[in-house]
């Protein structure tokens, strides 16, 4: 483990091995980080969280193992008694971004400068965010997801697409990222064919989820969950 001799680690921290804190980096109380963590200058991990509701009550913040944590970001305890802010594992935050209460990020995600994440969101694995997303609370993520820079983002997201502008719109699948993740060619042309059927078509989305249903694709299957799931609404194309 390497602590810069300037770093502050408060009480009640639980440090995995092989993390290595930079100068001038705050670990706050009631935060778990797991193995081979990064955190840079000036980051602040467990500060208590910015919501009027909160009273001073122990919540946590829970990172796994070997994320990246840039300059000056700030990730926050969860607001209420015995909730949990959780962070997955092999994460990249860069510089300044910003995770609130209560959220649930998954695994390997890219956070690019100034994401700011507004409290209980949930973010599935793989969402890449461009630069300066901003995010309501309670919003979703799909997994494989690619959000525009600048995009303020008040539904859900979908998983497999990119999204992008404001206001928001899907543009298309994520082709590259994809590719790039090892899907097959199969794989892909089936989430292409769910887009245009969910968008191109003027039928009901009611029907639209069920021919889809028909699909067999396991990715197609976890569009469809992620839209019935959905309590905001999604953004579309």
């Known amino acids: 483990m390497l602590i810069h001799p300037t770093a502050i680690i408060e009480d009640e921290v639980d440090l995995g091995p092989h993390c290595e804190i930079g100068a001038y980096a705050v670990i706050k109380r009631f935060t778990r980080l797991g193995a081979r963590n990064r955190v840079y200058e000036h980051a602040v991990v467990g500060g208590e969280p910015q919501d009027v509701k909160f009273n001073g009550e122990q919540s946590f913040l829970e990172i796994g193992d070997d994320n990246i944590i840039r300059e000056f970001c700030t990730l926050h305890r969860a607001s ?10 092999h994460n990249f935050l860069m510089v300044g971004v910003h995770v609130a209460h209560n959220c649930t990020i998954g695994d390997h995600n890219i956070f690019a400068n100034e994401v700011a994440l507004a409290g209980h969101i949930t973010i599935e694995d793989h969402v890449f965010l461009s630069n300066n997303v901003g995010a309501h609370q309670f919003v979703r993520m799909g997994r494989y997801a690619m959000v525009g820079g600048k995009s303020k983002i008040v539904q859900d997201v979908l998983p497999f697409f990119i999204t992008d502008g404001n206001p928001p719109r899907v543009r298309g699948v994520n082709s590259v990222g994809l590719t790039r993740a090892g899907f097959s060619e199969d794989a892909k042309r089936a989430l292409k064919n769910a887009y245009r059927t969910l968008f191109k078509s003027a039928a009901p989305l009611a029907d639209v ?18 839209i019935r799931g959905s309590k905001r609404g999604f953004i579309r194309a």
Do not use: A, C, P, W
């Open 80 to 89: 209420g008694e015995g909730q949990t802010t959780r962070i997955g594992s």
């Open 209 to 226: 989820l069920s021919e889809l249903e028909q699909v067999d694709d396991e990715n197609v299957s976890h569009l469809i969950r992620f």
